[in-house]
């Protein structure tokens, strides 16, 4: 629980159905009033009352009584957020633009606590085993867009969120805390990071900040391909230079928003 609010003032019961709305996932489309009970730690008698709430509601659907899962309407609360994001839809021309000019894939996200969340995506090559689109949520610490955006934080926030962090060793690549912490200081510096291979192996993608024209970052483009067409020397000397142009071009529009 968020420490700046008072006990009195956390609805539980709100918590409760947004956890079974997030209970909902790829692997998990329909599930039972026992698996939704179970998955979100809940008796049955309350998962079967929120499960109803949000059918009343137009969230959730069931045919048979049965199966419950989500309907499109679910897609409102994510939409109400990307729709505040003007510079999404301004920079995704660019994005077109980078991805076509070096046939690689191209990503936004932004910093949500330890994971990135990507807000838009131009795909050219499917290169992860996992299926990446908007609103896609991956480990901060090893990715190449989690590095530029914790870095661009004020170092005290930025090492007390790296200090709650969880630094899962997803593959032999993948930084420990305090090799990520030297490294962190690296990227600060340069203005760029790279993850090679550390969230998945043969993937590797270079990321850059995008800035608003207070010169806040507010979101981290990267280009990501497969270790056995992209080099790391290929990432620096030649995808490095299109990605700040891109960069650039996007920031100078953001400045006429």
């Known amino acids: 629980?968020?420490?700046?609010?008072k006990k009195s003032d956390f609805v539980q019961s709100l918590e409760k159905g947004l956890n079974v709305i997030n209970a909902f996932d790829m692997d998990h489309e329909q599930m039972t009033l026992s698996d939704v009970a179970k998955k979100v730690d809940l008796t049955r008698a309350n998962a079967r009352r929120i499960l109803l709430t949000l059918q009343h509601l137009g969230y959730v659907t069931s045919l048979d009584?049965?199966?419950?899962?989500?309907?499109?309407?679910?897609?409102?609360?994510?939409?109400?957020?990307?729709?505040?994001?003007?510079?999404?839809?301004?920079a995704q021309p660019y994005m077109q633009e980078l991805a076509k000019e070096i046939?690689?894939?191209?990503?936004?996200s932004?910093?949500?606590n330890s994971?990135?969340?990507?807000?838009a995506r131009v795909h050219t090559k499917r290169i992860m085993t996992i299926s990446l689109g908007v609103g896609t949520r991956l480990p901060a610490h090893a990715t190449s867009m989690g590095k530029v955006l914790l870095a661009s934080m004020d170092p005290m926030e930025a090492a007390k969120l790296i200090g709650q962090m969880k630094f899962e060793e997803?593959?032999?690549?993948?930084?420990?805390?305090?090799?990520?912490?030297?490294?962190?200081?690296?990227?600060?510096?340069?203005?760029?990071?790279?993850?090679?291979?550390?969230?998945?192996i043969g993937v590797r993608s270079i990321a850059?900040?995008?800035?608003?024209?207070?010169?806040?970052?507010?979101?981290?483009?990267?280009?990501?391909?497969h270790a056995?067409?992209?080099?790391?020397?290929?990432?620096?000397k030649k995808y490095l230079s299109a990605l700040k142009d891109k960069v650039e071009k996007i920031e100078h529009a953001l400045i006429n928003l």
């Open 208 to 225: 850059c900040p995008i800035r608003d024209k207070k010169g806040k970052v507010i979101a981290a483009i990267n280009i990501s391909g």
């Open 228 to 236: 056995s067409r992209v080099t790391l020397e290929d990432l620096v």
């Open 115 to 119: 994971d990135i969340v990507y807000i």
């Open 65 to 90: 009584g049965k199966l419950f899962s989500l309907t499109p309407k679910v897609l409102s609360l994510g939409y109400s957020y990307l729709s505040g994001l003007p510079f999404r839809e301004l």
């Open 1 to 5: 629980m968020n420490k700046e609010i």
């Open 170 to 200: 997803l593959t032999p690549f993948t930084l420990s805390k305090n090799a990520f912490i030297q490294h962190l200081d690296v990227v600060r510096k340069q203005g760029w990071a790279i993850s090679d291979q550390e969230l998945e």
């Open 103 to 108: 046939n690689e894939s191209c990503s936004m």
């Open 110 to 112: 932004v910093l949500d």
